[in-house]
Structures are given as C-alpha cells and as structure tokens.
C-alpha cells in the first residue's frame, strides 16, 4: 500500500488540461524532490518531470510540475491522444525506514 | 544514448532464487552519483521498488523485501543484477531496471523494457 495517494482517474477532451494531484506526508514529499513517469500500456514508465518542476529533454512544455507541502501536481495541457497512459509520482521517503515510493497511480483518458 | 536491458528466467519455482541481469549500454555503470535501480510492477498493479545499488557495491533495499534482496554490479560487464530468494506468486511481475540519479533517486530515466517474471511450480 503506497504512501503517496493519487485519483484513480482523470478524463478531459482534446486541447483541454488535466492535473494530477499527489498526496503525501512531511516524511516523503514534504521534504524530498518530486518526480513523475508515464506509462503508455504495454510500455516502459518514462520520466516526463524531474525535481518537482523540470522537465528531462524532449518532453514538451505541455507538461508541468509542481509542489507544495506535502502535495505536488502534475499538469498536462493541451491534451493529446498520445498523452493516455496511467502517470506515476515518485519521491524518496525518510521516516524510519529510508526508501523509495511511488504513487498509487492516476489513468489519463481522453475523451 | 543510454539503454537497459533485462535478462533472466521468465519462470522460477516458489522457494527458489528469481535472478535478472540488467545490461547497461553507453553510459558505464561506475559513473558518478547513478544508483542502478530495479522496480517492479504486478499485474495490473502499480510500481514498487525493490532497491539501488551504486557502483562502490552499496545497496539500499526496501525494509520489505530487505531480507530476500541482494545486488551486484560488475563493472568489466557494465551490469548490474539482482536476486530475490524464497519467492512466492506475490512476487510474480513485471522486473524493470533503470538509472537513477543520485542516492535519493532524484529522477530514474531511462528505463529497461521489463521482463516478466512469473513465479509457478
């Protein structure tokens, strides 16, 4: 059971925004770097955010990111067909064991 | 351009030892500050890591899976490995690896393609 909460689903038409919300704790995200990966089905995770708000090379700006406190939020503007896939958060968690978590997972439907 | 890759049986016994290689091309897996790192995903489920290791030989495992998980890097091969002793069908996934950045994992990109695991007598 993950530490990081995500809704199960978003949905907007073409051309319309979606955000992707993460909820954590002051262990995880309220003191450690955010990152995010897309998942298109069938494929590998691929990272489209990096330290809360960067963005790796080649992923274009219709991708945001973004934190505040122990919540951060995806963005993806403009929506595309090529952008349905399920989108993962991840960060590092400090509290009395030190490891790795992802969320829980959100699917992107466009409609 | 950076790639990784998964080897390993597809198929492993309950009790037995699940080992996977992941093959690390142009980027040398003792580079400075990238934790090699494997994550898996269950059927339909979300993703779990299972643990880092630098290139020094230290490793950072989840408290979970601690007890059944070692790493190994082998810098004249450029890859890395993994074995998970005394599994069950709850460790049947999908066994990505990928880089990370740093020991916090500030980022993991790129990924391998995954390889399928299945855990059945």
């Known amino acids: 059971q993950s530490v990081l909460t995500q809704p199960p689903s978003v949905s907007a038409a073409p051309g319309q925004k979606v955000t992707i919300s993460c909820s954590g704790s002051?262990?995880?995200?309220?003191?450690?770097?955010v990152s995010w990966y897309q998942q298109v089905p069938g494929t590998a995770p691929k990272l489209v955010v990096y330290?809360?708000?960067k963005r790796p090379s080649g992923i274009p700006d219709r991708f945001s990111g973004s934190k505040s406190g122990t919540s951060a939020t995806l963005g993806i503007s403009g929506l595309q067909t090529g952008d349905e896939a399920d989108y993962f958060c991840?960060?590092?968690?400090?509290?009395?064991?030190?490891?790795?978590?992802f969320g829980t997972g959100t699917k992107v439907t466009v409609l | 351009q950076v790639q990784l890759q998964e080897s390993g049986p597809g198929l492993v016994k309950p009790s037995e030892t699940l080992s996977l290689t992941c093959t690390v091309s142009?980027?040398?897996?003792?580079?400075?500050?990238?934790?090699w790192t494997w994550v898996r995903q269950s059927p339909g489920k979300g993703l779990e890591w299972i643990g880092s290791?630098?290139?020094?030989?230290?490793?950072n495992s989840h408290p979970s899976l601690k007890s059944r998980v070692s790493m190994s890097v082998d810098t004249s091969k450029n890859q890395f490995s993994l074995k998970l002793t005394s599994v069950t069908a709850a460790d049947s996934a999908l066994y990505y690896c990928?880089?990370?950045?740093?020991?916090?994992?500030?980022?993991?990109?790129?990924w391998g393609q995954g390889t399928l695991v299945t855990v059945s007598s």
């Open positions: 990928a880089r990370g950045k740093n020991q916090l994992l500030l980022w993991l990109d790129p």
């Open positions: 142009g980027d040398p897996v003792s580079t400075t500050s990238y934790y």
């Open positions: 290791i630098y290139h020094s030989g230290y490793t």
């Open positions: 002051n262990s995880n995200i309220g003191k450690n770097y």
């Open positions: 330290e809360n708000d």
């Open positions: 991840g960060t590092w968690d400090s509290s009395v064991n030190f490891f790795y978590v």
